[in-house]
């Protein structure tokens, strides 16, 4: 459950330096603000609404590694639906003060069907992983959203009494 007035709104050196790294490193947290979650077992609309600390406009996860093939690093992005898609090449995430390089981020689109032929969709993934080392391969964190999604017209709103 999610407080009342809570906003879970990190920025992307806190998602890859705070969260994914403790994460990776078996640290614990307080409070478990994401969730874990083989995501593409699911299609993004099924995903369970008990997952988002934003009213279901966005969530956060996070997704072990899986490949497509067992041997392979090619990562598999399938679901019962459809397929997530690269966008372009990975961005690097760097540290506001000094510039040094923390991770990786991907970002992807949802596509309905089969590959090559599938439906563009507004849903959007944002991949965080940590520079290549072997922790790498076991988790990331997701960022998903749905720009078509309508925002709840009392987030961020003063309170009326």
Same mark, same amino acid.
């Given at each position: 459950m999610v407080m009342p007035g809570f906003r879970f709104h990190p920025t992307e050196e806190?998602?890859?330096?705070?969260?994914?790294?403790?994460k990776v490193e078996g640290k614990r947290f307080n409070v478990d603000l994401i969730t874990s979650l083989d995501l593409y077992r699911y299609d993004p609309w099924q995903l369970p609404g008990s997952t988002s600390t934003s009213?279901?406009?966005?969530?956060f996860f996070y997704v072990p590694r899986d490949r497509k093939y067992r041997n392979g690093d090619r990562p598999n992005r399938v679901t019962? &639906?459809?397929?997530?898609?690269?966008?372009?090449?990975?961005?690097?995430?760097? $540290?506001?003060?000094?510039?040094?390089? #923390?991770? =990786?981020?991907?970002?992807l689109v949802f596509y309905s069907g089969k590959?090559?032929?599938?439906?563009? &969709?507004?849903?959007?993934?944002?991949e965080y992983?940590?520079?290549?080392?072997? $922790?790498?391969?076991?988790?990331?964190? #997701?960022? =998903?959203?749905?720009?078509?999604?309508?925002?709840?017209?009392?987030?961020?709103?003063?309170?009326?009494?």
């Open positions: 806190e998602l890859v330096e705070f969260y994914l790294r403790r009213w279901e406009k966005e969530w019962a &639906s459809g397929y997530w898609k690269a966008t372009g090449a990975d961005r690097m995430i760097r $540290t506001e003060g000094l510039g040094r390089s #923390i991770g =990786l981020k991907k970002t590959a090559p032929k599938g439906v563009r &969709s507004s849903w959007i993934m944002n992983r940590l520079p290549h080392h072997d $922790t790498q391969r076991y988790h990331k964190v #997701i960022y =998903l959203h749905n720009p078509s999604i309508p925002a709840d017209k009392n987030y961020g709103s003063k309170r009326r009494d």
